[in-house]
């Protein structure tokens, strides 16, 4: 059996710039670790606002490989503290072909392994299956220096079938980083219902499993990203356009004042950026606009307030340790393998499982009945 070990689950807020995030991070660790962590994990798509909340194809520039800049930063932080690191990526695997993915960083700076997200969700300001294509790697454990641990990520902790795999698998803590939040409008009227479901559903898998589950939530109210500068440009052209074809005078033209307008702010940053060597870490070219619950333009909708209370569960579903709605923290809890050890010999689920009885859960919905009659009546 091994030993006990603490976990660090690092609750943060997200700003536009993507080196600044990373930056962040990367202390965060480090106060996981000075606090005992020996294994900390990071919010889903830590490194951008929540970029989900509309459809918006300039936003595939904020992906990168695995390995990539985000891996190699952390994996530097995870020797340096001695900690294993679970490391939201934006994983960009070929031209087209994107995921949301976790990679799990050893003590050593290695990567022991990547979860790709399975379960892609399309609802209201979260618009991810435009972004990401489903994973294929199922749901693994993966041995640290710590303990074997798994990570699933955000939407998955709605479906008790993944849980349930990664216990399985043997891992003694689950972890889920996560981007979840309030509609403003429904906050009101929903808020406290939602959370609650939230919070219930993923002690459900710690209960049902007989493990660990830690949440790892962002904090912060998030607008949606404005339409990029290329797409206003392109409308405004087309006006000028129509205005062209109904005017019986043509509009003025001068080259001169168009070479000595001067450039957008974002590529004036873009370009310093890239001269002094900052590459993918400049600031993103479509920053957040301010503001908080009011609508944006061109259908964004009204932002999400992220609700944090990130938390960690033991074996029972007791809250061992919960963050604050509404600020930056890092949480550390302990990991007691005997825990699980007592809890499953007292709630045998894994023992008493009918395993020989479950083919129907691989099927989309079951039509028909166990004797072959469709339910439906035909």
Request: charged share 25%; with cysteine.
């Amino acid at each position: 059996m091994t030993e006990k070990f603490s976990v660090g689950l690092v609750q943060m807020a997200c700003s536009v710039n993507p080196r600044e995030n990373l930056e962040k991070a990367q202390a965060m660790v480090g106060q996981a670790a000075q606090a005992g962590a020996r294994v900390v994990c990071l919010p889903e798509l830590f490194r951008s606002r929540y970029f989900c909340q509309r459809e918006d194809p300039a936003i595939f520039d904020l992906s990168e490989p695995v390995p990539g800049p985000t891996t190699e930063a952390l994996s530097r932080a995870a020797r340096r503290h001695g900690v294993a690191v679970v490391a939201p990526v934006f994983e960009r695997r070929a031209p087209g072909l994107y995921h949301n993915s976790a990679a799990v960083i050893d003590a050593d700076g290695r990567i022991a392994g990547l979860y790709r997200k399975m379960h892609i969700p399309d609802d209201p300001a979260y618009y991810e299956k435009f972004y990401f294509t489903p994973g294929d790697l199922g749901f693994p454990a993966f041995d640290t220096a710590a303990g074997r641990i798994a990570t699933l990520i955000c939407w998955d902790q709605w479906y008790p079938e993944g849980a349930r795999l990664a216990a399985l698998a043997g891992a003694s803590v689950l972890f889920y980083p996560t981007a979840i939040g309030w509609h403003p409008h429904e906050k009101e009227q929903h808020g406290a219902a939602q959370r609650d479901a939230w919070r219930t559903v993923q002690r459900g898998h710690a209960i049902a499993n007989g493990l660990y589950v830690a949440a790892v939530n962002r904090v912060g109210y998030e607008a949606p990203h404005p339409p990029p500068p290329s797409r206003r440009r392109a409308k405004a052209a087309i006006a000028t356009a129509r205005l062209r074809r109904a005017s019986p005078h043509p509009l003025p033209r001068s080259s001169s004042e168009v070479a000595d307008a001067p450039k957008p702010l974002w590529r004036r940053r873009a370009r310093r950026a890239k001269e002094e060597g900052e590459g993918e870490d400049a600031p993103h070219p479509n920053p957040l606009p301010p503001g908080e619950g009011e609508e944006t333009p061109e259908g964004g909708g009204a932002g999400i307030e992220f609700w944090g209370t990130s938390f960690l569960a033991d074996p029972q579903g007791v809250i061992v340790a919960e963050a604050s709605t509404d600020r930056e923290e890092v949480l550390v809890a302990e990991i007691d393998p005997e825990r699980i050890e007592d809890v499953r010999r007292n709630w045998p689920f894994l023992r008493d499982r009918r395993i020989d009885a479950y083919s129907g859960i691989t099927r989309r919905f079951l039509d028909e009945d166990p004797s072959g009659k469709r339910r439906d009546g035909s």
